[in-house]
Nanobody, 126 residues
């Protein structure tokens, strides 16, 4: 059974940091790209960052470039999202998802992703 579990959300002040974790099981990690997505109240789901389990350059949405860093620990089958310099507009529920055999820039099309975890809520207060 494929499972993705996102954790690490919380309440943080403007300019603060959080690290999200996505632990996975049930699929071949190296064959998949893992993406982080977010959905703010009243808005659609958008891609934030993606990384391939087989290595290579990650991909970031313009809104988070220079502030967020995605990384993977293959041995732990876990993908992290380090979020620095957080802004109130980063407030959203964050999800991780997996897709087989695709590039990290596919995060621009969330509907392509096959497997989704439950979300973790991030609130940035001003």
């Amino acid at each position: 059974e494929v499972q993705l579990q996102a954790s690490g959300g919380g309440l943080v002040q403007d300019g603060g940091s959080l690290r999200l974790s996505c632990t996975t099981s049930g699929f071949t990690f190296d064959d998949h790209t893992i993406g982080w997505f977010r959905q703010a109240p009243g808005k659609g789901r958008e891609g934030v960052a993606g990384i391939s389990g087989s290595g290579g350059l990650p991909y970031y949405a313009d809104a988070v470039k220079g502030r967020f860093t995605i990384s993977a620990n293959n041995a732990k089958r876990t993908v992290y999202l380090q979020m620095n310099s957080l802004k109130p507009e980063d407030t959203a529920v964050y999800f991780c998802a997996a897709i087989r055999g695709a590039r990290p820039d596919t995060i621009v099309l969330p509907l392509l992703y096959d497997y989704w975890g439950q979300g973790t809520e991030v609130t940035v207060s001003s």
